[in-house]
Structures are given as structure tokens and as C-alpha cells.
């Protein structure tokens, strides 16, 4: 999570081709990776590393590299980071470590430069430098890769188009998406919904509907600024968004109104796009980082307010309905670290966002 104001904001996407070795050694190997710097400011930045395995599965992952202007990580969220001079090497935390054949996963940090910020050219994963194909021993039988994630066939008339809004809760990896597919698959329903964003999934165990908008260190406040949304929006053509956006914003410090402002144009765009726009917003879950006394009480300030913003918002055509995401939720025993669901984290998310998005797609 960017734990700044942000003065500048950057799109700056390097996809990189890296090669992926797991164990044992015979496996297939390949991978692509995405290093997006998501922001940038005097001194500071933060970025965004999504791996996408194209070879065999893997249980856990390293990935290397070295910063080619002295940049170092100060923050690194979903990963367990070193650095040494300019090499830096993450591994996966915890509940990130399978990748599944064409599935993905990603971490982000915030970072420290002077001079230039210039991006990363090479990687390693698992200790092996990267071609970007697939590739696999000669003792080993050439290796089908399995079928990528696929949305589930529309039913007669069409699915209806979801998309998951908001930062790296969202989408980093976010497996309470892959989790909350799953109900909708148990209860008959998921053939009636598709999941849509210019983000893929990410490694969660399980082939899942995936596609999202959950963008780790964003800012709804930058988004909203920027006009971010629009274009995906366009890409998209959603007809319920479920937001779970603002926890950035409390980390830097923004207050409710100027936060709920930014939700207002960003419905306000949402409708432009579809006029029968449903919107789903969350109280935000707890937070309570070390480096952050003050954000477990902003985010309290930023919950209260939602409901009545929601409902001076909300119209016969298009409603807004607030989904409560605070209560219930630890974050001693739901995060990771104060701020990112852990597995029992994420099951509490997507139980919460089950009954509301049910009721937007009948």
C-alpha cells in the first residue's frame, strides 16, 4: 500500500520475459512478467510486479533482480523482499506461493530513488534467467500447457458483467474473487456472471473467473483526478462494479469528504458508461498497520460516512448499495499484516460480498 501523497502518477508498464523453473527440475518451464511503476514523487515511488506462469505449476517462487539506478524498496506488500546493493529478491508470502500453469500472482512495493527511476531489464526466477518461452529438458515429453482461465458460456441473453474495483485488496492477488466465483459456482449461478477487468487473474489454488480491476498502491482520489476509469470502463462495459476502494487514501492521510468526493465522479463515470449501472460499495475492512497509528481510526471516520453518502447517491436506475466489509472483520487475525486479508481474511470478504452481488445479477 503507498503509504504517501502521491505528486506525480505514472503508467509506466515494462513487460519483461523471465523463464520459470520449478521443482522438480524436469518441469516445464516459462513465465512473463509485468514491473508497472503506479506511482512516482520526488524521491519515491511505487510499483506494481505481476509474474504470469506459462510453464508447469509451482508451489513457491523467488524472483530476482537488480535496480539499474541505485533504487531501493522501503515497503514490499504480498512478498518477503532483501536487497543487497542493487539486487533485490522477493518470495512469496505465505498464500501466494502456487501459481497454476497460465495463472498469475504479484506483489508491490514502494521504493526510494535519486537521479532516475529507470525500470528493470532482466529477471530471474527460482535462481534461472528467463527466455519468456516455454521450454522444457530433452528427458522430459514436451509439455501441453493447461487451458488458461476462461469466463464461464453466457446463458441465453448474456452474463452479466462484474467488475471488482479498487486496489491491491482487490486484486493483489484478491483471492477472495476467486473464493466469492466459487459460491456463485456451488449456488448454480456462475454461469450468469462474468467477471471483467483489463487485469488478469492471479494464482489462487484454483481455476477461477478472474478479470478484475484491483490496482495494488492506487488512490481512488487519483483515480477519480485522472479520469482512470474511464477507460476501463470502455474496455469493459460493466453492469455492477463492486468498489472496495479508500485504503490508500486513509494511509495518505485523505479525509472522508475529499475520499467520498472522488467516489461520487467515479459513479458519475460509471453511469455515463451504463445508466443501469448497479454499485456495490464496501465499508472498508479494519486497518492497522505499525507504520500507521493513526489509520485504524480514519478508516472508522471514512465507514461512517458511506451510508449516508450512499444513499444521497443512489437511484432508482442506478442503486447503491453499501456492503459492510468493517464488521466482523480482525485484523489481528484476518490480515497478514494489518492491512491485506490473509485466507481467513478473504473468506470473510467474499462471504460479505456474496448476498449483494446475488441480489445486483437476479
Same mark, same amino acid.
Given at each position: 500500500?503507498?503509504?504517501?501523497?502521491?505528486?506525480?502518477?505514472?503508467?509506466?508498464?515494462?513487460?519483461?520475459?523471465?523463464?520459470?523453473?520449478?521443482?522438480?527440475?524436469?518441469?516445464?518451464?516459462?513465465?512473463?512478467?509485468?514491473?508497472?511503476?503506479?506511482? =512516482?514523487? =520526488?524521491?519515491?515511488?511505487?510499483?506494481?510486479?505481476?509474474?504470469?506462469? %506459462?510453464?508447469?505449476?509451482?508451489?513457491?517462487?523467488?524472483?530476482?533482480?537488480?535496480?539499474?539506478?541505485?533504487?531501493?524498496?522501503?515497503? %514490499?506488500?504480498?512478498?518477503?523482499?532483501?536487497?543487497?546493493?542493487?539486487?533485490?529478491?522477493?518470495?512469496?508470502?505465505?498464500?501466494?506461493?502456487?501459481?497454476?500453469?497460465?495463472?498469475?500472482?504479484?506483489?508491490?512495493?514502494?521504493?526510494?530513488?535519486?537521479?532516475?527511476?529507470?525500470?528493470?531489464?532482466?529477471?530471474?526466477?527460482?535462481?534461472?534467467?528467463?527466455?519468456?518461452?516455454?521450454?522444457?529438458?530433452?528427458?522430459?515429453?514436451?509439455?501441453?500447457?493447461?487451458?488458461?482461465?476462461?469466463?464461464?458460456?453466457?446463458?441465453?441473453?448474456?452474463?452479466?458483467?462484474?467488475?471488482?474495483?479498487?486496489?491491491?485488496?482487490?486484486?493483489?492477488?484478491?483471492?477472495?474473487?476467486?473464493?466469492?466465483?466459487?459460491?456463485?459456482?456451488?449456488?448454480?449461478?456462475?454461469?450468469?456472471?462474468?467477471?471483467?477487468?483489463?487485469?488478469?487473474?492471479?494464482?489462487?489454488?484454483?481455476?477461477?473467473?478472474?478479470?478484475?480491476?484491483?490496482?495494488?498502491?492506487?488512490?481512488?482520489?487519483?483515480?477519480?483526478? =485522472?479520469?482512470?476509469?474511464?477507460?476501463?470502463?470502455?474496455?469493459?462495459?460493466?453492469?455492477?462494479?463492486?468498489?472496495?476502494?479508500?485504503?490508500?487514501?486513509?494511509?495518505?492521510?485523505?479525509?472522508?469528504?475529499?475520499?467520498?468526493?472522488?467516489?461520487?465522479? %467515479?459513479?458519475? =463515470?460509471?453511469?455515463?458508461?451504463?445508466?443501469?449501472?448497479?454499485? %456495490?460499495?464496501?465499508?472498508?475492512?479494519?486497518?492497522?498497520?505499525?507504520?500507521?497509528?493513526?489509520?485504524?481510526?480514519?478508516?472508522?471516520?471514512?465507514?461512517?460516512?458511506?451510508?449516508?453518502?450512499?444513499?444521497?447517491?443512489?437511484?432508482?436506475?442506478?442503486?447503491?448499495?453499501?456492503?459492510?466489509?468493517?464488521?466482523?472483520?480482525?485484523?489481528?487475525?484476518?490480515?497478514?499484516?494489518?492491512?491485506?486479508?490473509?485466507?481467513?481474511?478473504?473468506?470473510?470478504?467474499?462471504?460479505?460480498?456474496?448476498?449483494?452481488?446475488?441480489?445486483?445479477?437476479?
Amino acid at each position: 500500500m503507498s503509504i504517501r501523497k502521491l505528486a506525480v502518477v505514472l503508467a509506466a508498464a515494462a513487460l519483461v520475459p523471465i523463464g520459470l523453473i520449478a521443482a522438480p527440475a524436469s518441469a516445464a518451464a516459462g513465465c512473463r512478467v509485468a514491473y508497472t511503476i503506479t506511482s =512516482q514523487w =520526488q524521491g519515491g515511488f511505487g510499483a506494481s510486479v505481476a509474474i504470469t506462469n %506459462l510453464g508447469d505449476p509451482v508451489t513457491a517462487w523467488t524472483l530476482g533482480w537488480s535496480f539499474p539506478s541505485g533504487q531501493t524498496v522501503t515497503q %514490499l506488500w504480498n512478498g518477503v523482499v532483501s536487497q543487497s546493493g542493487a539486487a533485490v529478491t522477493v518470495r512469496n508470502a505465505s498464500y501466494n506461493g502456487a501459481i497454476a500453469t497460465n495463472a498469475s500472482t504479484s506483489f508491490g512495493f514502494n521504493g526510494a530513488w535519486t537521479g532516475s527511476n529507470a525500470v528493470p531489464t532482466a529477471f530471474t526466477l527460482n535462481g534461472v534467467a528467463c527466455t519468456g518461452g516455454v521450454t522444457t529438458p530433452p528427458t522430459t515429453p514436451p509439455v501441453t500447457p493447461s487451458t488458461p482461465p476462461t469466463t464461464t458460456p453466457p446463458p441465453t441473453g448474456g452474463p452479466v458483467k462484474v467488475m471488482a474495483l479498487g486496489d491491491s485488496i482487490t486484486g493483489s492477488p484478491g483471492c477472495w474473487r476467486a473464493l466469492l466465483w466459487q459460491q456463485l459456482q456451488q449456488a448454480g449461478k456462475a454461469s450468469a456472471v462474468d467477471f471483467v477487468g483489463t487485469l488478469p487473474p492471479q494464482g489462487c489454488g484454483f481455476t477461477y473467473d478472474g478479470e478484475n480491476e484491483g490496482h495494488g498502491g492506487f488512490l481512488a482520489t487519483n483515480v477519480a483526478d =485522472q479520469n482512470q476509469l474511464v477507460g476501463w470502463l470502455a474496455a469493459t462495459d460493466p453492469d455492477v462494479v463492486m468498489m472496495h476502494f479508500g485504503t490508500n487514501d486513509v494511509w495518505s492521510n485523505r479525509p472522508p469528504a475529499t475520499i467520498l468526493a472522488a467516489f461520487t465522479k %467515479l459513479v458519475g =463515470q460509471m453511469r455515463a458508461s451504463n445508466p443501469a449501472m448497479k454499485v %456495490l460499495v464496501a465499508k472498508i475492512i479494519p486497518m492497522n498497520p505499525s507504520s500507521c497509528a493513526e489509520c485504524a481510526q480514519r478508516v472508522i471516520d471514512l465507514n461512517a460516512a458511506i451510508p449516508a453518502w450512499a444513499a444521497s447517491t443512489s437511484t432508482a436506475a442506478s442503486p447503491v448499495t453499501v456492503v459492510d466489509q468493517w464488521t466482523g472483520f480482525n485484523t489481528a487475525t484476518d490480515t497478514g499484516d494489518g492491512v491485506h486479508p490473509n485466507a481467513a481474511g478473504d473468506q470473510k470478504i467474499a462471504n460479505r460480498w456474496y448476498p449483494a452481488l446475488s441480489a445486483a445479477i437476479s
